[in-house]
């Protein structure tokens, strides 16, 4: 029968071993019980722990991995910041567990945690100086505060002070889960969780987290086998980890967990599977949104959607019908595109732009600290918007081109109650209004930007005599490409640009080869599911409008290691006969183009869409970008 102290010692009758095993699963049990009782006075009291320190750590090691699957879905591969992103969430994820070994009190448990996350804020957003980042947040944090207080709205603080709730609420995650493990000795519920909102991705976010699953389900089985030695041992302990049980059990059930990784790979690798798309939390929501409106069969169904601005990044193709209601009107001395928001990450369907972040403008409106590189091609003009509709935070600011600086310009309001809270990304020249402190809507604003006056023979002579190349960043991030873009894409790029000598020319054959072989059309369908946009676009439909041309001029010059990005926003609008210099911009304005960037006088606009010429501001019969709204059409 089992002894007390844990050893088997086989009874001599074989007709006593049914009752002997049930005696012994009875006291295995009791015994369980009370050492479980025991060890957990002594984990509290005397700061004791009953298995090896290096078996805990072999546990944590594991639970670390088994906490990445929660990160890399969400994580945007070989987008900038993603690498960042991930490895500061692993040595966030590593420091917290490997704090959990050491006994302390509870306060002191705290404090160090929350060191460890604002060292892991400090990683993630000080850039190449954490040190002289982390001396300029608790400004930012004061103010995120007051503005919070005010509104009571998240969304009037900073990326930065989120992030900061997010790593504390992961600090404290890992610590419960971690206790439940090593204290509990069951990771179950952590386990089950995150199978379930893996899940969650796969079915409400379209993502193919199979690997995710079948990797999650290794670890699971792994520290549930290691934290079941403690329970078939009854709670005895060896304090010398190799030649016991807890090496010979660690070795068995690694060997047993490497050949079923082994054995799951080898499928992987004999079949041509394309890696997972990963999408961010953004993107999650917005699929989360649309996901009851989809079919299970056939095309993405479409309903006809009225033209305008929308910040969603919804898939691309629906149908469009015509809008004219005002949006907002112009002071300007020339006629430019009035830019809204730019767009990196082209997944296949639609564009995004994940790990754009953004930094508060100076409260005098400089948007801009830097200077401006290249001032022989770009002219420096003053701009005045006037919102013909509720604009408040958060949405984009439209400005004519790259952004300097910005004052709002709404009378008899107190400017310390209706502070904005004015927000920049230099590298997008993208402005964003977070919020206000009174939560009213902007109705008007002035802003000084730079448009670009290059002419093509300069861009042409540039390329020839410049020896400067595309930035390292700029390749990174505006060369990105879907893995599932089909080959004859990349060919047909080839084929276009073959030929050209300089980049401008390249740019000008893409556009020319548009402009013969598609024609410009609102009444357009969605792609078939799991077609690639650019793809069905250039060689089955055809025909579409501003987001189809500008789409496929993009994928066409990055197939060729030409850096370009997408950007939306309206056209000029129509100019006021009666007011010179005036401009009124409608829904029906909202227009989608292109920009390339070229070394040594940086990123220049492009116009994609046959029929409508940047330089004679032809966008007011542009068609638009759609928030995807059904609306009633009639004939």
Known sequence: MWEHNGNLQANSTVAEKGRTASLGLESVQSIYKAETRTSGVDLRSNGQSSEPLLYRIGISAILLILSLEWIYPITSTGQQGSERFLSVMAGLTGALLLMGLLRTGWITGILIRLCIALAALCCMYGGN???????????????????????????????????????????????????????????????????????????????????????????ILLIQAMLQLLRLNGGVTTPIFRNSPYGRWCTVTLTVSAGMVL??????????????????????????????????????????????????????????????????????????????????????????????????????????????????????????VTMKREWRGPNPLFTGGTPLNLSFQDKNSDLQKNKRLLLSNEDSATLWLAGTYDDQPVKSYTADVMISVATPEQLRLLEKTSTMKDPAAVRRTYLQLPTSLPGRVQALAKEIIRGSETRFDAVQAVKNYLAEHAEYTLDTRMPPRGTDFVDDFLFVTRQGYCNHFSTAMIVLLRAEGIPARWVKGFGPGEADPDDSGQYIVTQGDAHSWVEVYFPGAGWMPFEATPGFTMTQGEGQDAAALSGQQPVAVTP
């Open 129 to 219: 100086d954490p040190a002289g980042w982390a001396t300029t947040y608790p400004a930012t944090f004061s103010a995120d505060m007051g503005s919070f207080l005010s509104t009571w709205r998240f969304h009037s603080i900073s990326v930065e002070t989120r992030g900061l709730l997010m790593m504390c609420g992961w600090s404290m995650l890992m610590a419960s889960v971690q206790s439940l493990v090593l204290l509990r000795r069951s990771v179950m519920l952590f386990g089950s969780a995150t199978l379930v909102y893996l899940l969650l991705l796969e079915s409400f976010a379209g993502l193919d987290v199979y690997a995710s699953v079948v990797r999650s389900v290794l670890w």
């Open 263 to 384: 054995c799951s790979a080898i499928p992987g690798q004999l079949a041509s599977i394309p890696p997972p798309e990963r999408i961010s939390l953004e993107q999650m929501g917005e699929r989360l949104a649309r996901w009851a409106g989809y079919t299970q069969h056939g095309s993405i169904p479409a309903a006809t959607a009225v033209t305008g601005y929308s910040t969603a990044d919804a898939p691309m193709g629906a149908p469009l019908v015509q809008g004219d209601t005002i949006f907002f009107t112009a002071k300007s001395p020339e006629a430019t595109y009035w830019r809204g928001e730019t767009r990196s990450y082209y997944n296949g369907s639609t564009w995004s732009d994940p790990v754009q972040s953004f930094a508060t403008a100076s409260p005098s409106g400089l948007v801009r600290t830097d200077g401006w590189e290249y001032p022989a091609y770009w002219q420096r003009i003053r701009q005045t």
